[in-house]
């Protein structure tokens, strides 16, 4: 069954970094996209970045360009999100998922940007 565990939230004043992990199994990973998602309170979840199976092509919603990376390991069936010069408006539990299969959603990390 299709997995996806992530780690690596916490909390972070502005201006600060945090890297995200997600581990994912059930699923050949390198024969497919990823994407990290986020929810914020009161908000719908929106999707942050995607990146293709073998890395060479990501990309992002226009509020965290410059800001956020995203990567992966495909021998560790990992996906990480860089987050630099994090703002409050951040502050959501970040998700990660394969774009457009529908699969159950992970238990997600909070990631709080405040001082």
């Known amino acids: 069954q299709v997995q996806f565990v992530e780690s690596g939230g916490g909390l972070v004043q502005p201006g600060g970094s945090l890297r995200l992990s997600c581990t994912a199994s059930?699923?050949?990973?390198?024969?497919?996209?990823m994407s990290w998602y986020r929810q914020a309170p009161g908000k719908e979840r929106e999707l942050v970045t995607t990146?293709?199976?073998?890395?060479?092509?990501?990309n992002y919603i226009e509020s965290v360009k410059g800001r956020f990376t995203i990567s992966r390991d495909n021998a560790k069936s990992t996906v990480f999100l860089q987050m630099n010069s994090l703002k409050p408006e951040d502050t959501a539990v970040y998700y990660c998922?394969?774009?457009?299969?529908?699969?159950?959603w992970g238990q997600g990390t909070q990631v709080t940007v405040s001082s």
């Open positions: 998922r394969r774009p457009l299969w529908g699969d159950s």
């Open positions: 990146i293709t199976g073998d890395g060479g092509i990501t």
């Open positions: 059930g699923f050949t990973f390198k024969n497919n996209r």
